[in-house]
């Protein structure tokens, strides 16, 4: 067989039009230098790899939807333009995949480059005019964790307080002293936290990956799972901000933390939208504190009082701060009650109107041994009704709308294109540094295009 010699460089066999061409002028990564200078010593020991070829090398395995180092490794080796992109030449060799294995294990602080990363890309965006803030969509996807439903054991549950708590502790000390003010009596402050939920004392834990968590919800895959906890801006589909948290988790529980980080630290946000599942009394609240027009999808309510005068048999009196019962009789605000669902206001009758009512039968049930009809409404209603109130409004409608298209369909690509189905790793840092890595990817598409 004859063979011809060829005169050619590695640079004329990539299209001027390539992706990775139009990558490379835009994505500066010489902030990796700075960030990992403190990990390499420059007495001793081998040259190292160049850290920024070892971040390129990770990164276009999250582009092109490669799914181990193994491949990427076999990928580059026969890749001309991924070659030019890591600056490795046609007889060079390419950094094995074991490399980036030792790298993990000897210097696990160069995880943090990821999140600086994503951060960087965030701001490019930002400076790009990609990303307002005027309306912000948040939803969150699974990913499957690499444990099986066969290494999974019960253990205790253990209680921790959590922002969520620390938050409610301040409103009820909030709400204990107005209701002084009111009544003139008030009960001690809270010496101890209320458990979570009393029903769930254990939970499913992998013992290949205790960090992942159980995850079982309608309509979802039953097993170990991490969720990747999502914020985009609606006008390019950027994530600008992403939580990583155990499969059991609700969505409710990163999500206030997660939008006053971006509002504080990003940029200021105008509006957010979300679906039902983030519809909780105190996220009404909260943002609305911080200016943000909240719109939510309501979450059911049912009724399962026992009785037949149901709830809204009752009127409020809003100048009075009451409610009168079907005979016109006075429900007034009695004490404040704290569960693991928020705080309320508790509204109750006198005895001795139930007592001698000829509709007892009817709204107290056999079993009631209060002798008096309650009620109860959330301690945050007026930020509540002031977010229901914007439900036949042209925004709300747009911003749900915007939340599914951008949120799903964003999802669907990394699913499908950025490795975002399951991951090798264990743990939850090695999620989350596989799902900023996803995510850093989807949107350094998403500026390329726009740029071009």
């Known amino acids: 067989m004859q063979m011809k010699l060829h005169m050619v460089t590695i640079e004329d066999l990539v299209p001027q039009e390539h992706f990775l061409r139009k990558l490379e002028a835009v994505l500066d990564l010489s902030f990796v230098y700075e960030e990992t200078a403190g990990l390499y010593s420059r007495k001793y020991g081998r040259p190292p790899i160049d850290p920024v070829v070892l971040v390129k090398y990770l990164l276009v395995g999250f582009l092109y939807g490669i799914p181990s180092e193994r491949q990427i490794e076999q990928r580059i080796q026969t890749d001309v333009a991924l070659r030019w992109y890591l600056g490795i030449d046609l007889l060079e060799r390419v950094p094995d995949h074991s490399t980036i294995s030792q790298l993990r294990r000897r210097k696990p602080l160069f995880r943090k480059i990821f999140r600086r990363l994503f951060e960087r890309v965030v701001n490019q965006c930002i400076a790009e005019g990609m990303v307002s803030g005027g309306l912000v969509l948040t939803d969150s996807t699974h990913v499957k964790a690499n ?10 549950m253990p209680e921790s307080p959590g922002a969520y708590w620390e938050r409610l502790d301040f409103y009820e000390e909030e709400g204990l002293e107005t209701l002084r003010q009111r009544t003139g009596r008030r009960r001690k402050k809270r010496a101890k936290q209320i458990k979570k939920d ?7 834990v992998s013992r290949t990956d205790p960090e992942a968590g159980h995850m079982k919800r309608p309509g979802k895959p039953q097993g170990q799972y991490y969720l990747s906890h999502q914020t985009l801006d ?4 950027i994530i600008i901000g992403l939580t990583v948290t155990p499969g059991d988790v609700h969505d409710t529980v990163p999500y206030l933390e997660q939008l006053e980080t971006i509002h504080q630290t990003v ?7 979300a679906d039902s599942a983030y519809d909780f009394p105190l996220a009404h609240r909260e943002l609305e504190k911080l200016g943000i027009t909240f719109f939510v999808r309501p979450q059911a309510v049912h009724d399962r009082t026992q009785v037949e005068f149901k709830r809204n048999a009752f009127s409020y009196q809003p100048d009075q701060d009451s409610y009168l019962c079907p005979q016109g009789k006075t429900l007034r605000p009695k004490g404040l009650y704290r569960s693991a669902s928020g705080l309320f206001w ?11 009512c000829p509709l007892r039968d009817k709204c107290l049930s056999e079993h009631d041994r209060r002798g008096a009809r309650k009620l109860e409404d959330s301690y945050f209603k007026p930020s ?17 709308k915007k939340r599914q298209i951008w949120c799903e369909g964003t ?15 264990r743990g939850r840092e090695a999620a989350e540094d596989h799902c900023l890595l996803s995510a850093t990817a989807l949107n350094l598409k998403r500026m390329v295009n726009y740029l071009n």
């Open 147 to 156: 444990a099986s439903r066969a290494s999974e054991e019960q253990i205790d």
């Open 198 to 204: 009393n029903r769930r004392t254990k939970k499913r």
């Open 234 to 237: 609606s006008g390019h589909g």
């Open 267 to 273: 940029l200021p946000l105008g509006a957010a939208a």
């Open 346 to 356: 508790q509204y109750q009758a006198e005895k001795a109107d139930c007592l001698c």
């Open 384 to 400: 509540v009704q002031r977010s229901r109130s914007r439900q036949e409004t042209e925004d709300y409608r747009q911003a749900l």
């Open 411 to 425: 999802f669907a690509i990394q699913k499908r294109c950025h490795n975002l189905t399951r991951l090798l790793r």
